[in-house]
């Protein structure tokens, strides 16, 4: 079974350009989440899509960024214009969705550098 | 303000020898949690959770013990091997579907041989 995919691995752009990330979870999973490191830190949450809808985005920083997850496959977060200090890892998990089940599974991330 | 803390940056211990990482949480509606292990340039791997029903859960070398009066946490892994050199996140979540996970800052482990 195939884990969960991000791409790029790497993005290097300058400040007030646009970035997309994407993201495929592990196939028949519901939940897809995004999380960001930045410079070290603890591994924050970004937002939370239950199939294709927005469960959760409390954790998503300001109105730059922007997720989609259409149809409830993969999905996409765009940051524009992007700014200095959204440089990071940026992560993708997915699970099931089981009750008494919280495990998430992550990709290997995409390290977004802004200039 | 951190709700989950790992308060030792690092971790140094000798192949064979007992490891024992800590975590503490402060948000008393925390009820599952979970370790990771991360290696460079990769993304988490989940290793073990505990349900706050439990108070122990053992998977091969891997034993986590919480503690919910002290709200403390901690991962043991034994005997210690090279390969489990990496850093160690400690996560939690308010409940045990599908939602968000909180992190600490995690705890890098050397092990030597």
């Known amino acids: 079974e195939a884990g969960v995919t991000q791409f790029p691995s790497h993005s290097v752009i300058e400040k007030g350009q646009t970035v997309t990330l994407r993201c495929d979870p592990i196939?028949?999973?519901?939940?897809l989440y995004w999380y960001r490191r930045v410079m070290g830190k603890e591994i924050k949450f970004l937002l939370h899509?239950?199939?294709?809808?927005?469960?959760?985005e409390s954790g998503m920083p300001n109105n730059r960024f922007l997720a989609e997850r259409t149809g409830g496959t993969y999905s996409t977060l765009k940051v524009q214009p992007a700014e200095l200090e959204d440089s990071g890892v940026y992560f993708c998990?997915?699970?099931?969705?089981?009750?008494?089940?919280?495990?998430?599974?992550f990709g290997p991330g995409t390290r977004l550098t802004v200039l | 303000d951190q709700q989950v803390k790992q308060n030792s940056p690092s971790l140094s211990v000798q192949e064979g020898r007992i490891s024992i990482l800590n975590c503490d949480y402060t948000?008393?509606?925390?009820?599952?949690f979970l370790w990771y292990k991360k290696y460079p340039a990769e993304g988490p791997t989940f290793l073990i959770s505990?349900?706050?029903?439990?108070d122990k859960n053992e998977d091969g070398r891997f034993t986590v013990f919480l503690n919910k009066s002290a709200k403390h946490l901690s991962l043991h892994i034994v005997p210690s091997q090279p390969g489990d050199s990496a850093v160690y996140f400690c996560?939690?979540?308010?409940?045990?579907?599908?939602?968000?996970?909180?992190f600490g800052k995690g705890t890098t482990l050397s092990v030597s041989s």
């Open positions: 505990i349900s706050s029903i439990k």
């Open positions: 998990a997915s699970s099931h969705f089981m009750l008494g089940y919280n495990e998430q599974f």
């Open positions: 196939s028949g999973h519901d939940n």
């Open positions: 996560a939690a979540s308010d409940n045990q579907a599908g939602t968000a996970l909180i």
């Open positions: 948000n008393s509606m925390f009820d599952y």
């Open positions: 899509f239950v199939k294709e809808s927005k469960q959760d």
